[in-house]
């Protein structure tokens, strides 16, 4: 992330708005929502992430680096497993951008992995059909709207 989320919240409050939507920030964000349940202040933080990426979408004004990319493979793994997976995430998006950094991550997923903070595999959701079914029809109300 180029700005930490408190940052990119302080050039809202500048009304520095091309910063904030060239931010790569949103584009990185994971939607753990750790943010949101810590702010003192009760911020939706992670909802304003997603604000971001549609006006920035909106107004083509997002620079083309790898962080959507990042945004793009994010949702593939929890559109085909119902959550994401952090370790194959990492992988798919440092061989793809940063194939030479995989060697500087990689000794930090293995202590992860180890100290079982990380998964070594990806587990599918029980009722991954519903959940395609519903991903399906929000695409489709998307479409239409
Ligand atoms: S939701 Fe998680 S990844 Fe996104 S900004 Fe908050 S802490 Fe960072």
Not at 18 to 46: D, F, G, M
Not at 71 to 81: A, D, L
Not at 104 to 127: C, D, L, Q, W, Y
């Amino acid at each position: 992330m180029d700005h930490t989320p408190r940052a990119l919240f302080a050039l809202i409050m500048a009304g520095n708005k091309e910063a904030v939507l060239k931010s790569n920030t949103p584009w990185y964000c994971v939607s753990c929502y750790y943010c949101t349940v810590r702010c003192p202040q009760e911020i939706h933080i992670t909802d304003v992430m997603y604000t971001l990426k549609r006006i920035a979408l909106k107004e083509k004004v997002y620079d083309e680096t790898a962080a959507p990319d990042f945004s793009k493979t994010f949702i593939n793994w929890v559109e085909n497993y119902g959550r994401s997976f952090e370790l194959g995430l990492m992988s798919q998006h440092m061989l793809k951008h940063n194939p030479f950094g995989v060697f500087k991550v990689a000794e930090m997923g293995v202590g992860m992995v180890t100290k079982g903070r990380m998964a070594f595999a990806p587990k599918r959701i029980k009722n991954i059909d519903g959940l395609k079914a519903i991903l399906t029809k929000a695409k489709e109300l998307e479409v239409s709207a």
